[in-house]
């Protein structure tokens, strides 16, 4: 998942612990604030398209929060990258054909390579 998906979920999980600890429901907001349903519900569940800084501010006043707020304990997950060398290792690796394959294996066990 990339940065941006990450952070539009978050800010989607901040919005409904706001909602639930405020006691409102979908509709309550959405009535409140002038949105549709669909508007809403897609921002919470941070699957929507486009999140204008607008419409966080109008969320971040409705709620009596500063707009930071939503990107408070945010650290997007990375995933981690292979080492350069490991990505050598596997290309050279499947370039060979299936004798020599079969040696280098061959090989990496007597080094402790385990199946």
Do not use: W
């Amino acid at each position: 998942m990339n940065d941006i998906a990450q952070l539009k979920k978050h800010i989607g999980q901040r919005l409904k612990d706001l909602r639930i600890n405020k006691g409102l429901t979908l509709e309550d907001i959405c009535f409140d604030l002038g949105i549709s349903f669909s508007s809403y519900f897609y921002i919470e569940k941070g699957t929507r398209n486009t999140l204008r800084l607008e419409m966080l501010c109008k969320l971040a006043d409705f709620y009596s929060v500063p707009v930071n707020y939503f990107f408070q304990d945010y650290s997007p997950q990375r995933q981690p990258q292979k080492n350069t060398l490991e990505k050598r290792l596997l290309l050279g690796f499947r370039k060979l054909d299936t004798e020599k394959k079969n040696l280098a294996i061959r090989v990496l066990k007597v080094f402790g390579l385990k199946n």
